[in-house]
């Protein structure tokens, strides 16, 4: 009893009310770290007590502090804490194959349950936030709030919505004939900067939190029009200044250089896969500001599928096409000193890899690994407009960490096999 009621004046001390503290006394929970990478980028820590109150962290001290009566203990002094991952490229409500017919067979609600499930693998290693860039409507919003009020398990999500393309371009409805695609159209496609404004409202209205736009072409879709610029310069900009005079971030998927040009000129926040980015591309996006997403372990997944025959020629040609560069356009964009940020495009690879893009990054874009962790923590926390929420593990942000055996700094492909994960105080389990 006197325990519990020094626990529960510590909680005063700390700036609880007295009745919040006695509300939460029953929700502490206290994490003994063997070693602490609390703030990606800077030093690890040594032994170190992470105190988590409800789903928010309070205190971070060193050593390893005593629990106070009544509180969780969980002993990690034999591992490494470090903040939940962020992954800011998924598309949890696919997974690969080549079957594009399935479009016109499965409803929406298909893709929920695909979703649910790959939410829980998702979170399951190690990844507490994901940036979903497309999906059927409302599938990623409804997965979203599904995982806010712990309904499902899995990781906290910014979701996109359905991509906006231009009419046949990546994202819209292909491969069918006329009748079908209209059927199946998701109302996503847009001609002419005024349209395409009123696309981004229309996103904006249903829920986005985030614009996603297909500036060229894509590699899956059966559009068989290359990977260039499928957007006019005017319509890149209506999308990014309409998507940002409503506080959304936009994100543009981009192959060929003219493509990632013209939308860094438009000023998006991010280019996603950036292949074919020649010095002009990159220069553009060093003068927007924008960052630069790799998704390296798509390339890894549309491999893997080639290798198991599953395209149509004109995928497979698009496969190879991109197959050459993996990595190259990323390594300049790094050295350029544009913000390189962790994405995965997970759902072109099975969910649940996510992690191997860590080992990519190291070998074939040159990080260190504790650049690469920062890019999927603090530097993606800032892409998401999320850093003073995530990506750290510091007093006043959300509760969402990581253990793992060993140390991630010296051989990040520990990251690749998680042992413990906490999303917004909860252990997942
Ligand atoms: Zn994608």
């Known amino acids: 009893m006197a325990a519990r009621l020094l626990a529960f004046f510590l909680l ?56 106070p009566a009544g509180a969780r203990l969980i002993d990690h002094k034999d591992r490494t804490v470090l903040p939940g991952l962020i992954d800011a490229h998924v598309h949890l409500a696919g997974n690969p194959g080549g079957e594009f017919w399935r479009e016109a067979v499965d409803p929406d609600e298909w893709n929920m349950v695909l979703g649910i499930e790959n939410a829980a693998t998702t979170v399951r290693a190690g990844f507490t936030t994901v940036r979903d860039l497309g999906s059927p409507p409302q599938v990623g919003h409804m997965l979203r709030r599904g995982t806010a009020e712990g309904r499902i398990v899995g990781p906290r999500i910014v ?6 393309s231009i009419i046949g371009g990546h994202g819209d409805v292909s491969g069918f004939r006329t009748e079908v695609i209209h059927a199946l159209s998701a ?5 002419g900067p005024e349209e395409c404004a009123q696309r981004v409202r229309e996103a904006s209205r249903a829920g986005a939190d985030v614009i996603k736009f297909t500036a060229t072409g894509g590699v899956l879709s059966q ?39 013209g939308a860094a000129r438009a000023g998006v926040d991010s280019i996603e896969h950036g292949t074919f980015a020649d010095e002009a591309a990159i220069q553009a996006l060093r003068r927007g500001g924008g960052a630069f997403v790799p998704t390296l372990m798509a390339y890894t997944g549309i491999s893997e599928g080639l290798e198991q025959d599953r395209y ?13 560069l993996v990595g190259r356009a990323a390594r300049a964009a790094r050295a350029a000193g544009v913000p390189v ?14 992690a ?45 960490l990581i253990a793992v055996s060993g140390d991630p700094l010296a051989d990040v492909r520990v990251l690749e096999r998680v042992d413990y994960v906490m999303v917004r105080g909860r252990a997942v389990e």
Do not use: W
């Not at 319509?235 to 981009?254: D, F, P, W």
């Open 12 to 67: 005063v001390l700390a700036g609880l009310s007295p009745a919040a503290a006695q509300e939460a006394a029953a929700d502490v929970t206290v994490i003994h770290a063997g070693r602490l990478i609390a703030e990606p980028g800077r030093p690890a820590r040594g032994p170190s007590t992470i105190v988590v109150v409800g789903d928010r962290i309070q205190s971070v001290t060193d050593g390893l502090q005593p629990p």
């Open 159 to 164: 979701s996109a919505g359905p991509s906006i």
């Open 187 to 191: 109302r996503n496609t847009c001609t």
């Open 223 to 261: 559009q068989a029009r290359g990977l260039e610029a499928h957007f006019t310069d005017e319509e890149m900009r209506a999308i990014v200044t309409t998507a940002h005079s409503l506080g959304l971030k936009v994100a543009a998927h981009a192959h060929g250089a003219r493509g990632i040009e």
């Open 312 to 324: 149509t020629p004109p995928v497979a040609a698009k496969v190879r096409e991109t197959l050459a």
């Open 341 to 354: 940020v962790f994405g995965t495009d997970a759902g072109v690879y099975e969910h649940g890899r996510n």
């Open 356 to 400: 191997e893009e860590f080992a990519l990054l190291v070998e074939r874009v040159g990080m260190s690994p504790a650049e690469a962790i920062a890019s999927a923590t603090t530097d993606a926390a800032r892409l998401l407009g999320l850093e003073t929420e995530i990506g750290r593990i510091a007093p006043g942000f959300s509760a969402d």
